[in-house]
């Protein structure tokens, strides 16, 4: 069972990463490698070698852990859609999806910013695991500062043999037969949201523009260069060294049921102290803005109006849905897409919602990679469309076609190879279907003219 | 983005003798980048980085040289360095303003923000300076939410800003002529 404030014992992702209500953020600091091996780094992969490559999958598996970049696949199961290993076979592949760029998410750059070598060991630990040789860390091209942390902290490791040909932990024998040498490089991307979707990063990373693959086949067994790969996000890895360490009744106990573990939750927007924070799963919206450890409250004492759920491509949550527990049935109980990145932006009620379409219209209009017809010419529809709703041009017809195009494009509708479109839809249709009446309000009505003759002219 | 086609029926093509792909830059890509990857079209997204980090944008030229140095068909070099927004087919200014116009952005203030810099710099966003000190863009989520609005200023990220804080960084950068690295 959570405790009252939904916060860990401990903290478990930031425990080296001053968070309310535990410490002052205004205090973080990027931890290095001594620092991190004296506090238990580094414990957790030492553990995870005395244990079968397999026995770890198990672990993961049974701890139901579910992948932290949206999604929510669980991720012991799709650790084991690798083909089974052979040492003779062809090299296997780690890529780690590191460009989170869904608008209102902050919460990977927390990792690397300031704890890099817990991604590090998440990284070793689930390539010993799933027997992978090479791990590529995919970074978005704007986190400049992280790339250079994260290359620093690398480097770090490969000089105290934490990586390298010699295998892991200078060449530790380990309970899978051998040492387990490892590769791991930084992969920087340049500008391109598509890439946080796992094809289109493997695309980018062989040097091609991202556009999303045709699945089957599935990443697992064909992926980067063609060979099995899995791909996993930042904080999903950093929650390994945690669950090898201490086990999987210990991080089921946490959260709600169905949903394990703690998380780290990004609000931003109208509220007093924005931020992250770690809480455990099932936290309410509600305690997140409104308790004095977390958020402290709406800004300037202003009324709640809705709040992304997670990432624009989630949807929004509405004016009475703000007691929404934040786990992961969130999406089959309150209309949105799902958790998303757990990460809300929070609006006041001072917020033009036709605005607010508007401009997660203009990202998505702007981020199509332009494979799809219906996504790359429906994108641009919907943001001329909600352009011309704001500014007070709009017709009651042009909602009619905006609901239209935002249910017709799509891989749920069968329309698109990626779900950046599904994104796009679940946006534009939870706004206008949940603040109706404003977008009424700012279109003029439509009228259809009819000519008829009536009385004494209808019989001349 | 990538969709957007031009009419590059015969343009032409601005050639110097000195190569942009220097040989400083080749060893790079060689000992670090090469041996990274499975193909030699994986080095690429590394070495056009290399490239724009010396020159601060992507001539033609350099793109025809990469291509030649990895084995690749320029078009295949032009397809991928076109589809991604950080790399410049165009000079940009020395100083790479970014103003950031996400939904938590512009809804904490960025509009503001981009105005303060088009009046201090008497441009709109996608322009440069007739002096070549800076250009202005808008982007899309930074991943600074919670420090909302945000812009980078070339690689370095400036957050909660307002407009005078954002004029102040422009006087510094034009003070120092030092604008961060690109």
């Given at each position: 069972?959570?405790r009252?404030?939904?916060a860990?014992e401990?903290p478990?992702?930031t425990q080296r990463?001053?968070?309310?209500?535990?410490a002052?953020?205004?205090?973080r600091?990027?931890?290095r490698?001594d620092?991190y091996?004296?506090?238990g780094?580094y414990d957790g992969?030492?553990k995870?070698?005395s244990m079968a490559p397999?026995?770890?999958?198990?672990?993961?598996?049974d701890?139901?852990l579910?992948?932290r970049?949206?999604?929510?696949f669980?991720?012991g199961?799709?650790w084991?859609?690798?083909?089974k290993?052979?040492?003779?076979g062809?090299?296997?592949y780690?890529a780690?999806?590191?460009?989170?760029?869904e608008?209102?998410t902050?919460?990977?750059?927390?990792?690397?910013?300031f704890?890099?070598?817990?991604?590090l060991e998440g990284?070793?630990?689930?390539?010993?695991a799933?027997?992978l040789s090479?791990a590529?860390i995919?970074?978005r091209?704007?986190?400049?500062?992280q790339?250079?942390?994260?290359?620093?902290a690398i480097k770090?490791?490969?000089?105290?043999g934490?990586?390298g040909?010699?295998g892991l932990?200078s060449?530790?024998a380990?309970?899978?037969?051998?040492?387990?040498?490892?590769?791991?490089?930084?992969?920087r991307?340049?500008?391109a949201?598509?890439?946080g979707?796992?094809?289109?990063?493997?695309?980018?990373l062989?040097g091609?523009?991202?556009?999303?693959?045709i699945?089957?086949?599935?990443?697992?067994?064909?992926?980067?260069?063609g060979?099995?790969?899995?791909?996993?996000?930042?904080?999903?890895l950093?929650?390994l060294p945690?669950?090898?360490?201490?086990?999987?009744e210990w991080?089921l106990a946490?959260?709600?049921?169905?949903s394990?573990?703690?998380?780290l939750f990004?609000i931003?927007?109208?509220?007093?102290?924005?931020g992250?924070?770690?809480?455990?799963l099932?936290?309410?919206l509600r305690m997140l803005i409104?308790?004095k450890d977390?958020c402290?409250?709406?800004r300037h004492?202003?009324?709640f109006?809705?709040?992304i759920?997670?990432?624009?491509?989630t949807?929004?949550l509405?004016?009475d849905q703000?007691?929404a527990?934040?786990?992961?049935?969130i999406g089959?109980n309150?209309?949105v897409l799902?958790?998303?990145?757990?990460?809300?932006?929070?609006?006041?009620?001072d917020t033009?919602?036709?605005?607010v379409?508007?401009?997660?219209?203009?990202?998505?209009?702007?981020?199509s990679c332009?494979q799809?017809?219906p996504?790359?010419e429906?994108?641009?529809?919907?943001?001329?469309?909600?352009?011309r709703?704001?500014?007070g041009?709009?017709?009651?017809?042009?909602?009619?076609l905006?609901?239209?195009?935002?249910?017709?494009m799509?891989?749920?509708?069968?329309?698109?190879i990626?779900?950046?479109a599904?994104?796009?839809?679940w946006a534009?249709r939870t706004?206008?279907?949940?603040?109706?009446?404003?977008?009424?309000?700012?279109?003029?009505?439509?009228?259809?003219p009819v000519?008829?003759?009536?009385g004494?002219a209808a019989?001349? | 983005m990538?969709?957007?086609?031009?009419?590059?029926?015969?343009?032409?093509?601005e050639?110097?003798?000195?190569?942009y792909?220097?040989?400083?830059?080749?060893?790079t890509v060689?000992?670090?980048?090469?041996?990274r990857?499975?193909?030699?079209?994986?080095?690429?997204?590394p070495t056009?980085h290399l490239?724009q980090q010396a020159?601060n944008w992507?001539p033609?030229?350099a793109?025809?040289?990469?291509?030649?140095?990895?084995?690749l068909?320029p078009?295949?070099?032009?397809d991928?360095?076109?589809?991604?927004?950080e790399?410049?087919?165009?000079?940009k200014?020395?100083?790479?303003i970014?103003?950031c116009?996400s939904i938590?952005c512009?809804?904490c203030?960025s509009k503001?923000v981009?105005?303060?810099?088009?009046r201090?710099l008497?441009?709109?966003?996608g322009?440069?300076?007739d002096?070549g000190?800076?250009?202005l863009?808008?982007?899309?989520c930074?991943g600074?939410c919670g420090?909302?609005?945000?812009?980078?200023?070339?690689?370095?990220?400036?957050?909660?800003l307002?407009p005078?804080?954002?004029?102040r960084?422009i006087?510094e950068?034009?003070r120092s002529?030092?604008h961060g690295?690109?």
């Amino acid at each position: 069972m959570p405790r009252p404030n939904f916060a860990p014992e401990k903290p478990i992702l930031t425990q080296r990463i001053p968070c309310w209500p535990f410490a002052d953020p205004a205090t973080r600091r990027t931890i290095r490698l001594d620092e991190y091996q004296r506090t238990g780094g580094y414990d957790g992969l030492r553990k995870a070698l005395s244990m079968a490559p397999d026995a770890v999958v198990g672990e993961v598996k049974d701890s139901g852990l579910r992948g932290r970049g949206g999604a929510g696949f669980p991720t012991g199961l799709k650790w084991t859609f690798l083909p089974k290993y052979d040492p003779a076979g062809p090299p296997r592949y780690l890529a780690i999806n590191a460009d989170e760029s869904e608008p209102g998410t902050f919460k990977d750059r927390l990792i690397m910013d300031f704890d890099p070598h817990l991604l590090l060991e998440g990284i070793a630990i689930a390539c010993y695991a799933c027997r992978l040789s090479k791990a590529y860390i995919y970074i978005r091209g704007e986190y400049f500062h992280q790339a250079m942390v994260l290359e620093e902290a690398i480097k770090d490791a490969y000089a105290a043999g934490i990586f390298g040909s010699r295998g892991l932990l200078s060449g530790a024998a380990t309970a899978g037969g051998g040492p387990w040498p490892l590769e791991v490089h930084l992969h920087r991307g340049a500008g391109a949201y598509i890439c946080g979707e796992e094809t289109a990063l493997l695309e980018s990373l062989e040097g091609k523009r991202g556009w999303p693959r045709i699945k089957p086949p599935f990443p697992a067994l064909k992926g980067l260069f063609g060979k099995p790969t899995i791909i996993n996000n930042v904080e999903t890895l950093a929650h390994l060294p945690s669950i090898v360490t201490f086990g999987k009744e210990w991080f089921l106990a946490q959260g709600t049921k169905g949903s394990a573990g703690t998380k780290l939750f990004g609000i931003s927007g109208h509220v007093n102290r924005p931020g992250l924070h770690e809480c455990e799963l099932g936290i309410p919206l509600r305690m997140l803005i409104e308790s004095k450890d977390y958020c402290c409250g709406m800004r300037h004492g202003k009324k709640f109006k809705g709040a992304i759920a997670g990432g624009v491509s989630t949807g929004i949550l509405g004016p009475d849905q703000i007691d929404a527990p934040m786990d992961f049935d969130i999406g089959k109980n309150y209309n949105v897409l799902g958790l998303g990145t757990a990460c809300p932006t929070i609006f006041d009620e001072d917020t033009d919602m036709v605005a607010v379409a508007r401009n997660i219209a203009r990202f998505f209009k702007h981020e199509s990679c332009g494979q799809c017809t219906p996504c790359r010419e429906g994108s641009g529809w919907l943001y001329q469309l909600l352009s011309r709703i704001e500014s007070g041009g709009g017709r009651t017809k042009d909602l009619d076609l905006t609901l239209e195009i935002a249910t017709s494009m799509g891989a749920m509708p069968g329309t698109t190879i990626c779900g950046l479109a599904d994104g796009n839809n679940w946006a534009v249709r939870t706004i206008i279907n949940k603040y109706r009446a404003e977008f009424e309000k700012r279109v003029r009505p439509t009228y259809v003219p009819v000519t008829m003759s009536v009385g004494a002219a209808a019989n001349a | 983005m990538a969709w957007i086609t031009k009419n590059s029926g015969g343009a032409k093509i601005e050639r110097r003798d000195e190569p942009y792909l220097t040989q400083a830059i080749k060893d790079t890509v060689t000992r670090t980048y090469l041996p990274r990857y499975e193909t030699k079209m994986g080095a690429l997204l590394p070495t056009l980085h290399l490239v724009q980090q010396a020159h601060n944008w992507l001539p033609h030229q350099a793109l025809i040289e990469i291509a030649e140095f990895l084995g690749l068909k320029p078009a295949d070099v032009i397809d991928t360095a076109s589809f991604y927004e950080e790399y410049w087919l165009k000079p940009k200014g020395a100083c790479l303003i970014s103003v950031c116009r996400s939904i938590a952005c512009e809804f904490c203030g960025s509009k503001a923000v981009t105005d303060a810099c088009r009046r201090r710099l008497g441009i709109e966003p996608g322009e440069t300076t007739d002096d070549g000190k800076f250009t202005l863009i808008e982007l899309e989520c930074l991943g600074s939410c919670g420090t909302a609005p945000a812009a980078l200023f070339n690689h370095t990220l400036h957050e909660n800003l307002t407009p005078e804080k954002v004029e102040r960084l422009i006087e510094e950068a034009e003070r120092s002529g030092s604008h961060g690295h690109h």
